[in-house]
């Protein structure tokens, strides 16, 4: 004869409830989760320790020692004796003017390839996602020669140009995932009511779509602020130069100053911390309806 296992009771308020079962998996992927954080933030930690700290504080302490008293002058020693100022404002206007820029030319060309059917559509974006694989480095000889007789050295509309073409065909490729995935009947009452392709891309795609453009905005923005390789090319005065640029000039001239270099490289990831934190809210959510339903 058998007998039933009762479940674990507990008493709450005078009333007996069942124990519920300890969930082991997501134990462990809490686990797993803040070992991940720490091995993340361990580097940054370090770099911003040894940006308050004194030479002697660097030299003499633990890298993960707080200082006693924090060394803000490095901040302003880095300000006072880099570019940064100048080439954080070049790169915060090339990023505002291409990110927004590609992303609607993306998104134009993601809903046609959408919603407009013609010959070849298939192919051409297969060709946008073959573009993705294609490596920057390739092209730097022949870009350099094409910005060179457009008479575009120097300027900031000369890596604009490369990097919304760079850009264009993971975006197009993400965003035709998202695209179609949007029901078709939104399309037919669209028409039913008189409505083109312009307004049902601009009142009713877009919108729709602004987890994806938002997650797609984070990616390109980072990519944007921190692109070396075409920036190093094409902008070669001081001037003209972006974020990246101007680290590796002061890390060549202030190898040993350890305390304004990190600074220096603290201010510099301000902007991208902020506008992460601006859309962090869609950008999980973006990267994972792009993900599936594409």
Do not use: C
Not at 89 to 102: D, E, R
Not at 227 to 250: M, R
Not at 265 to 278: D, E, G, R
Request: charge should be positive; aromatic fraction near 12%; charged fraction near 10%.
């Amino acid at each position: 004869m058998s007998t039933a296992t009762l479940p674990a009771t507990r008493v709450r308020n005078g009333i007996k409830v069942p124990k519920q079962a300890r969930d082991y998996v997501r134990i462990g992927l809490w686990i797993a989760l803040v070992i991940v954080m720490v091995i993340w933030a361990m580097p940054l930690l370090f770099v911003f320790l040894t940006s308050v700290k004194s030479e002697s504080d660097i030299f003499t302490t633990s890298s993960f020692a707080i200082p006693g008293i924090l060394d803000w002058e490095n901040y302003t020693e880095a300000l006072d004796t880099g570019n940064l100022v100048t080439a954080g404002t070049n790169s915060l206007f090339i990023a505002i003017v291409k990110v927004p820029l590609g992303l609607f030319i993306a998104a134009a060309a993601a809903f046609a390839l959408s919603r407009i059917r013609f010959k070849f559509d298939t192919i051409i974006l297969g060709a946008f996602a073959l573009g993705s694989m294609v490596p920057i480095q390739v092209a730097l000889g022949p870009l350099f020669k094409t910005i060179l007789d457009l008479g575009l050295l120097n300027n900031p509309v000369g890596v604009i140009l490369p990097y919304i073409g760079f850009g264009l065909p993971m975006q197009v490729f993400i965003l035709h995932g998202f695209f179609t995935a949007v029901p078709k009947e939104i399309d037919e009452s669209v028409r039913v009511d008189g409505g083109g392709n312009l307004r049902l891309f601009l009142q009713f795609i877009l919108p729709l779509s602004k987890p994806a453009l938002a997650a797609l905005f984070i990616l390109d923005f980072v990519a944007t602020w921190n692109e070396y390789a075409i920036a190093l090319v094409i902008l070669q005065n001081k001037a003209s130069q972006t974020v990246p640029l101007a680290i590796q000039g002061f890390q060549s001239q202030f190898t040993s100053s350890y305390g304004p270099l990190n600074a220096f490289t603290i201010m510099s990831i301000l902007p991208v911390l902020i506008i992460y934190l601006l859309f962090q809210r869609y950008f999980v959510q973006g990267m994972f309806t792009g993900a599936v339903k594409g």
